[in-house]
């Protein structure tokens, strides 16, 4: 594959040597694969999918998350799309036309303007996220991505010290709640169980440091949650100055690949009377060295 910097921003893209549409080889998979542990984006132009065709491309790196559709199921209806893996990231109602602001599905895609790991709520996380964009409004909307390696490295000392063996219990819920939205059942917020992570993980291939925190996360063993809170809040704060982060501004027919492990990412804001439609399919990080302590 050939492959260029991302201007503005860590990551990479690929300018040849990869069809989406095509089966990849297992040379192939590996070589992605590398170029995720080193850049933790990558970037696709210009390549078109429908949903089944998204759908097989992801498959070929894991087994898939529903993520937060568990919990969003029964009232996510007014939707063209149809597929469990499939998450609908737009504000288009079965009509083809942007749904009213007051649609639930409308309301629960604002908790995506939070800095967020893709399902770091559950055991396994996500590990892969590709997001394709299929129609774009006027302006805005665009997604944010910040590097968490890079915001680790950047601590001092005595910090990454202090974190070392501490974990963070990430909720489904969390970032609805702090944004008002408590409109869920008992059933709901059931759905899926709160998940503790290591605040500073690992990447298995390479031996490089991350923190691993986000709107998820709601607090910190062995810390009482007011103190634990903040400490996330000054992480978060942290992790997302403006020298770590790349902002994409979408094009029809992209694909941004990203490892919720090493990134955090959130959109931003656009006019919702404008149509903005967007697919996430998600890969589980079902190797990943805390399950197999955990057992």
């Known amino acids: 594959?050939?492959?260029?910097?991302?201007?503005?921003?860590?990551?990479v893209e690929i300018t040849g040597g990869l069809d989406v549409l095509a089966p990849l080889s297992p040379a192939q998979v590996a070589?992605?694969?590398a170029?995720?542990?080193?850049h933790s984006i990558v970037l696709i132009r210009n390549q078109p999918m429908t949903t089944d065709q998204q759908l097989a491309f992801t498959r070929q790196f894991g087994p898939l998350d529903q993520g937060f559709k568990k919990v969003t199921a029964k009232?996510?209806?007014?939707?063209?799309?149809?597929?469990?893996?499939?998450?609908?990231?737009?504000?288009?109602?079965?009509d083809g036309k942007p749904v009213p602001r007051t649609d639930k599905r409308v309301l629960n895609n604002i908790a995506n303007q939070m800095w967020h790991s893709d399902s770091s709520f559950q055991k396994p996380a996500a590990k892969?996220?590709?997001?394709?964009?299929?129609?774009?409004?006027?302006?805005?909307?665009?997604?944010?991505f910040t590097d968490l390696k890079a915001a680790y490295d950047a601590l001092?000392?005595?910090m990454k010290e202090f974190l070392d063996g501490k974990e963070a219990e990430h909720y489904a819920l969390h970032s609805r709640f702090l944004l008002g939205d408590d409109s869920y059942t008992e059933e709901q917020k059931a759905a899926i169980d709160?998940?503790?992570?290591?605040?500073?993980?690992?990447?298995?291939?390479?031996?490089?440091?991350?923190?691993?925190?986000?709107?998820?996360?709601?607090q910190i063993d062995g810390l009482t949650v007011p103190e634990g809170r903040m400490m996330l809040a000054d992480l978060l704060e942290h992790a997302t100055q403006q020298q770590f982060i790349y902002r994409h501004k979408w094009q029809t027919g992209d694909t941004v690949i990203w490892d919720n492990r090493a990134t955090l990412h959130r959109g931003r804001h656009f006019d919702l009377d404008e149509?903005?439609?967007?697919?996430?399919?998600?890969?589980?990080?079902?190797?990943?060295?805390?399950?197999?302590?955990a057992s």
Do not use: C
Not at 76 to 91: F, K, L, M, Y
């Open 1 to 11: 594959m050939e492959t260029r910097q991302i201007e503005d921003g860590f990551g």
């Open 156 to 158: 001092d000392d005595r």
């Open 75 to 94: 009232w996510n209806t007014n939707t063209q799309v149809t597929q469990a893996e499939v998450g609908d990231i737009s504000n288009i109602g079965k």
């Open 31 to 33: 070589e992605l694969d």
């Open 128 to 144: 892969y996220s590709m997001l394709h964009s299929v129609r774009n409004p006027s302006w805005g909307g665009d997604t944010e």
């Open 275 to 293: 149509p903005r439609e967007l697919r996430r399919t998600t890969t589980l990080d079902d190797q990943a060295p805390e399950l197999s302590l």
């Open 194 to 218: 709160p998940a503790w992570w290591p605040i500073v993980r690992v990447n298995p291939a390479t031996g490089r440091k991350h923190l691993f925190i986000g709107v998820h996360a709601r």
């Open 35 to 38: 170029l995720m542990d080193e």
